[in-house]
Each structure stands twice: as structure tokens, then as C-alpha cells.
């Protein structure tokens, strides 16, 4: 069974003066103003596609690592990770960098750093982005 997931954007006049916002239809959450002064030079307020793809990084990333963590037969009691996804005007996105924290009892740090490595490989959003360096920075607490 496949699963399709929507989002929606309005968009209203040229790149560089106009602004949009993103509404999530699963959950209805939005609308989420956007803008390229937000994508090109930050912003504490506006959202960016970037942010989006940082939020689907880090969840998808999280479920894999659960996954894999319980698979090895050392379930995970908690994951916390943080997708910083790099945006270069003119040039495009040029990275995902994921930071994870995780309390896992019974797990060596090595072989949580090796599970964290192959569920960052085998996360359905990093094959998505594999056009991008995706890197990782993954600790046990």
C-alpha cells in the first residue's frame, strides 16, 4: 500500500519581492509564510522549503534509527535529532547534516555509531536526497 503526502503553496508575485505560505493538508497546520529574503538570508519567523526538508529529514531519520536500534535487539528509550539543511543562493541545497543524541540502554557507543550510519544510509529521505552530502553526527547519552 502506498501512501501519498500533500502540501500546498500560494505563491503571489516575483521571486525576489513576492511571498507564499505552505499548508501541511494531513495535519492542517499552516499556514506557513515563505519568502527568499527568509531562504536567502535567514529568518527567526518565516519558514523556508529547506526547514520542510530538515523536518522530513529528522523524523525520517529518527523512525530508521528506532527501527534498526530494535532490530539489534537494544530498543531505543529515547531519540533526539536535529537535520540542518544548507541552502547557497545561485548555487541550490548543498547539504543535510543530521545530529542525533539517543539514550539506548545496553549499546556500545561503536555499535550505535555504526547503526546510526546505516540507518542514515538506509532513511527513505537521505536516498531522496542523494544528490546532496549528507553527514552525521550521532552520541549516545
Do not use: Y
Not at 33 to 61: M, Q, Y
Not at 87 to 110: K, M, R
Request: negative net charge; contains cysteine.
Amino acid at each position: 500500500m502506498s501512501v501519498t503526502s500533500e502540501a500546498s503553496t500560494t505563491w503571489n508575485g516575483t521571486l525576489f519581492e513576492g511571498s507564499g505560505d505552505v499548508t501541511l493538508s494531513s495535519s492542517h497546520q499552516g499556514p506557513f509564510d515563505v519568502n527568499w529574503k527568509a531562504r536567502s538570508e535567514g529568518s527567526g519567523s518565516v519558514t523556508t522549503p529547506e526547514e520542510l526538508i530538515a523536518a522530513a529529514h529528522s523524523s525520517c531519520f529518527s523512525m530508521a534509527l528506532s527501527n534498526a536500534l530494535a532490530q539489534n535487539g537494544t530498543p531505543p528509550e529515547r531519540i533526539e535529532t536535529t537535520a540542518s539543511v544548507t541552502f547557497v543562493p545561485g548555487t541550490g541545497i548543498s547539504g543535510s547534516h543530521l545530529n542525533v543524541n539517543a539514550t539506548v540502554p545496553g549499546l556500545s557507543g561503536e555499535d550505535f555509531a555504526r547503526i546510526a550510519d546505516e540507518a542514515k544510509t538506509g532513511c527513505p529521505v537521505s536516498a531522496a536526497l542523494a544528490g546532496i552530502e549528507i553527514t552525521l553526527e550521532a552520541t549516545l547519552a
